[in-house]
């Protein structure tokens, strides 16, 4: 049994920055990659970033230059660090991660959401 909480999300005016967190907990062996989606109000659920155990990155097009994607293994937490916002990055932001459990399956586990507006 595994829970993500994000945390973070807000108001914030175009160009400024957020910070958001996704701290993992319950009956956790291993982590495998974790990653951020986003959905804006009437569009689908886009992949914006990811990390891996490595710590190797991806991110959308649209975000490069603007988010980093990190993670602290030995708190189980993903954040993403948005900078330059502007109001296209509005909506709610789901952590996910890969997560082997104490019996060794693995799952994806996701987050609640937490929305993140950007004013013009």
Do not use: H
């Amino acid at each position: 049994q595994v829970q993500l909480v994000e945390s973070g999300g807000g108001l914030v005016q175009t160009g400024g920055s957020l910070r958001l967190s996704c701290a993992a907990s319950g009956r956790i062996f291993s982590i495998n990659d974790m990653a951020w989606y986003r959905q804006a109000p009437g569009k689908q659920r886009e992949l914006a970033a990811v990390i891996t155990s490595g710590g190797s990155t991806i991110y959308v097009d649209s975000v490069k230059g603007r988010f980093t994607i990190s993670r602290d293994n030995a708190k189980n937490t993903v954040y993403l660090q948005m900078n330059s916002l502007k109001p296209e990055d509005t909506g709610v932001y789901y952590c996910k991660a890969v997560i082997q459990v104490l019996n060794r399956s693995f799952g994806n586990y996701w987050g609640q959401g937490t929305q993140v507006t950007v004013s013009s």
